[in-house]
Nanobody
Framework: QVRLVESGGGVVQPGGSLTLSCAAS????????TGWFRQRPGKEREFVAA????????YRADSMQGRFDISRDKANNTVYLEGSNLTPEDTAVYYC?????????????????WGQGTQVTVSS
């Protein structure tokens, strides 16, 4: 069992940046691929970024226009999502998820464990 806890959400001004953390307990997170997804109000959950268990490969949703980056800190068993140049359209609940097969995926159905999410609101 992997328990994932997201943190770092809050209110961000338009044009601002944020760093979200996904901390794992129960298992070593670097054994799994980790993805970040978000769900905007009234929308379906969408892929943001994912990273392999080793951290050697990562990719981001094209629709995010390079504004989000994902990284892994093995020592702290944590995966981060950094966002920049945020707009109100980035307002969402952001979730991290772990995929046991270690391959970063954009399909949420491939992920085995999910955190509870952290709210990000982009507003002036």
């Amino acid at each position: 069992q992997v328990r994932l806890v997201e943190s770092g959400g809050g209110v961000v001004q338009p044009g601002g940046s944020l760093t979200l953390s996904c901390a794992a307990s129960g298992r070593i997170l670097s054994r799994y691929a980790t993805g970040w997804f978000r769900q905007r109000p009234g929308k379906e959950r969408e892929f943001v970024a994912a990273i392999s268990g080793s951290g050697s490969s990562a990719y981001r949703a094209d629709s995010m226009q390079g504004r989000f980056d994902i990284s892994r800190d093995k020592a702290n068993n944590t995966v981060y999502l950094e966002g920049s140049n945020l707009t109100p359209e980035d307002t969402a609940v952001y979730y991290c998820a772990a995929d046991l097969d270690g391959i970063p995926e954009s399909n949420s159905d491939d992920y085995d464990y999910w955190g509870q999410g952290t709210q990000v609101t982009v507003s002036s």
